[in-house]
C-alpha cells in the first residue's frame, strides 16, 4: 500500500503526538487514529484467475490506487488474467449510518455531503428522514 498521507491526515497525528501521553498510550492513540483514517479511504484489489485451474485465482489488496493495482498486475501476476476492483471504504459505510465528525461531512448534523439535498448550486437540508439539519456545513 503506498499511502500519500494527506492533510488533515497529517495534522491530526501531530496533534496526538502534542498530547502529554506515556509512550505507550500515545502509540495505541497513533495506531489507532491512523487505523481510522486508512478505514475512510477507498481501496482497490487486484482480481486474479488462472487460465488453466478451473478459473480458481488469487486476489490481492488493499492498493491505495488503481496504478498501484495495475503496477503490481504487470510486474507480478505471470500466467492468468485479472483486473481490478474499487473497495468502498468499511468506514464511510459505517459512518453513512450513523454519521461521523470527519473531513467532509456535515458539521450540523455529521451526515455525509452527499446526503444532503441540492438547493440550488449547493448543498441544503439533510435528506435522512430522521435528520432536522436545514444546511450543509462542511466540516474541514
Ligand atoms: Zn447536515
Ligand atoms: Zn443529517
Known amino acids: 500500500m503506498k499511502v500519500t498521507p494527506r492533510g488533515h491526515e497529517v495534522k491530526a497525528v501531530i496533534d496526538i503526538m502534542e498530547r502529554d501521553l506515556t509512550a505507550d498510550a500515545m502509540a495505541k492513540a497513533l495506531i489507532k487514529e491512523v487505523a481510522e483514517m486508512l478505514a475512510m479511504r477507498d481501496w482497490y484489489a487486484l482480481t486474479h484467475r488462472f487460465k488453466l485451474d478451473k478459473g480458481n485465482g488469487v486476489n490481492y489488496g488493499p492498493f491505495a490506487s488503481v496504478i498501484e493495482a495495475q503496477k503490481a498486475a504487470e510486474k507480478w501476476i505471470g500466467a492468468g488474467e485479472g483486473g481490478w476492483v474499487k473497495l468502498y471504504s468499511p ?47 462542511e466540516i474541514k
Request: net charge positive.
Open 91 to 137: 468506514g464511510q459505510l459505517e459512518a453513512r449510518a450513523v454519521g461521523k465528525k470527519w473531513i467532509g461531512y456535515c458539521q450540523t448534523c455529521t451526515h455525509a455531503k452527499n446526503l444532503h439535498l441540492m438547493d440550488g448550486s449547493r448543498r441544503g437540508k439533510c435528506g435522512l428522514s430522521n435528520c432536522r439539519c436545514s444546511s450543509f456545513i
